[in-house]
């Protein structure tokens, strides 16, 4: 195996894992990554979904005390077994709309206009969000995970499938969302970490299995350190993350957002970057 590709896959495993959960849309920045890698073929493609189980497996650990908790207190405990109904009740919906309209939105919707777009306008709804928090008096609604009802989880899944629209950002879509249902901060961050472990290990399985013609044994050792390096970057990014909510807004990320929105539509218009399949 080429140790240049090794390398590359590595650089491509940190860029996933430090962006995945943070409110920036990792997929515009591994379109970019990728782009300047040159590891924007097929295979590239496949290879940064697949990566995300890193990520995901960061996600575990750092839960894993509560994940074996729910596992075996699911045949008795009430507690456990309505956490469960709500990850997979805020996970359904976007897999019913992806499966529908995913090939649609690759189509159509993966051009440098509409990810600039989604980048501002997310970063401008992030500022909104704030704002609107430091305004109201009243505490929010849900301050604990376990306080969520079935209906607080389908609002937060059906606000999850806007990240289907490429540059919006899973964990934006979620985080925020949540934020504007009710749910705390932390709150909001933390069940968005949880609907990533179906949410990214189904998106990984499925894009393995559908391109699975296009790989290789000879492809196994740059997966594996992508993955690997996604799974240390995305474990630091979690355990920084959930440290940095306790006392800070998000209106940095917004502000980063703009100007990546607006990094997009100059190196799509200057040819430096192909933002597109």
Partial sequence: MDNLLLLKAALMGVVEGLTEFLPISSTGHLILAGSLLEMNDAKGK??????QTGAILAVILVYWQRLRDTVLQLPTQARAQRFAANVLMA???AVILGLLFGKAIKAHLFTPVVVASTFIVGGLIILWA?????RVETAPRILSVDQMSGLDALKV?????LALVPGTSRSGATIIGGMFLGLSRQVATEFS??????????AGAYS???DHELLSLADLPMFAVGLVFAFISAWLCIRWLLRFVATHSFTGFAWYRIAFGILILVTAQAGWVVWTD
């Fill in 46 to 51: 496949v290879f940064d979904i697949a990566i």
């Fill in 91 to 93: 996970f359904f919906p």
């Fill in 130 to 134: 704030e704002r609107r928090q430091a």
């Fill in 157 to 161: 899944g059906l606000v999850q499938c």
């Fill in 193 to 202: 970490f949880y609907l990533a472990i179906p949410t990214l290990i189904g």
């Fill in 208 to 210: 393995l299995y559908k």
